[in-house]
């Protein structure tokens, strides 16, 4: 196969969540056309999805390299430098991916996340709402941000924003899971069961929903229900861990 078609098929694994033979295609690919910035830079984002930033970064590098134009690629390797924990390098980044296209959202969220990370809630409230204000319908943003006034104690906005992001996605268990949350912290069981139920409807697997009905069930002597939950529970996490999430 050519370059183009060997960059077909790591694409195809990609999406698969293959990461090792999407890897394997891309390298390929490169050895075929070492000028080529598409498998420079797929190539890297493969080596991060199997947790392999080091050797990511010349990829990044050399993709920049060839083209100096690609917000993402600026984007991707401040990713990179936050999973070092390189959070300055990080900073830097996302604020290069920003000069380059002041209207990557993505980016604004990622800083969001980091300053979240680093326990700075100000700096990371503005930049998602940064976020939300070029994109109002960036359902991780509107998750992050939900996040984040839960944890500082404002609960109002908090389910305000999860609830926006229901009505972009029914889908999102972890959004039901967090107003179950904020339920339960209300004392209203009822609503805090209803939302952790509708959680596993739209995901069967979402880990801390199971976990708190299951602490439900046992705590109301509804054992039978308790130990069937805590067994989906044991049955996730005995999954491989070859098993690659994207």
Not at 25 to 54: G, I, R, W
């Amino acid at each position: 196969m050519d370059s183009a078609a060997l960059l077909e098929q790591g694409h195809l694994a990609y999406d698969q969540g293959d990461f090792q033979a999407a890897l394997k295609f891309y390298t390929q690919a490169l050895a075929q056309d070492p000028d080529s910035e598409a498998a420079h830079y797929n190539l890297a984002n493969a080596l991060m999805q199997l947790k392999q930033p080091k050797q990511a970064l010349p990829h990044y590098e050399n993709a920049l390299i060839l083209n100096p134009f690609r917000a993402k690629t600026y984007n991707n390797i401040g990713l990179l430098h936050k999973q070092l924990q390189n959070w300055e390098e990080a900073v830097i980044w996302f604020h290069k991916t920003l000069e380059v296209d002041p209207d990557y959202f993505r980016a604004c969220n990622n800083l969001g996340n980091l300053y979240a990370s680093l326990g700075e809630a100000e700096q990371a409230e503005s930049w998602y709402l940064r976020c939300l204000v070029l994109e109002p319908r960036h359902v991780s943003a509107l998750f992050n941000l939900g996040h984040l006034y839960h944890e500082i104690g404002r609960y109002g906005e908090a389910a305000r924003l999860y609830s926006n992001l229901l009505d972009l996605d029914p889908h999102n268990a972890p959004a039901w899971c967090e107003l179950g949350f904020l339920a339960q912290e209300a004392g209203d069981t009822a609503q805090a069961l209803n939302c952790w139920q509708r959680a596993l409807e739209a995901n069967p697997d979402h880990v801390p929903s199971l976990v708190h009905l299951a602490r439900h069930c046992q705590e109301s002597g509804q054992l039978e229900m308790a130990k069937e939950l805590y067994t989906r529970i044991q049955a996730w996490g005995e999954q491989s861990d070859s098993i690659c999430w994207n």
